[in-house]
Nanobody, 127 residues
Framework: QVQLVESGGGLVQAGGSLRISCAAS????????MGWFRQAPGQEPDVVAA????????LYADSVKGRFTISRDNAKNTVYLQMNSLKPEDTAVYYC????????????????????WGQGTQVTVSS
């Protein structure tokens, strides 16, 4: 059983920064790509960023490029999302998720590729 636990969400003013974390257990974390997704009320989850199992490849949604950075520490079984220059439209519940395929050769961003999801952490950006 894989468990993903997000933390670090909260309320921040526009232009501010926040770092959210996702601690993993129950599977060999270092063998699986990880993704961050977000879901605003009434909308489907959208990918924010993803990182390969090695950390050598990353992908970002166009809306967050240059502002958000995904990283991972395989020794700590943790993936991070550093969010800078936050905007009100970044407000959402942020979920981390684990790629179902180990050692995948490329980063994927489609939700069906991810089989384990955390419970989510709320990020609210005030204007």
């Amino acid at each position: 059983q894989v468990q993903l636990v997000e933390s670090g969400g909260g309320l921040v003013q526009a232009g501010g920064s926040l770092r959210i974390s996702c601690a993993a257990s129950g599977r060999t974390f270092s063998r699986h790509a990880m993704g961050w997704f977000r879901q605003a009320p009434g909308q489907e989850p959208d990918v924010v960023a993803a990182i390969s199992w090695s950390g050598g490849s990353t992908l970002y949604a166009d809306s967050v490029k240059g502002r958000f950075t995904i990283s991972r520490d395989n020794a700590k079984n943790t993936v991070y999302l550093q969010m800078n220059s936050l905007k009100p439209e970044d407000t959402a519940v942020y979920y981390c998720a684990a790629d179902r395929v180990a050692l995948r050769s490329k980063v994927v961003v489609t939700t069906p590729a991810y089989d384990y999801w955390g419970q989510g952490t709320q990020v609210t950006v005030s204007s």
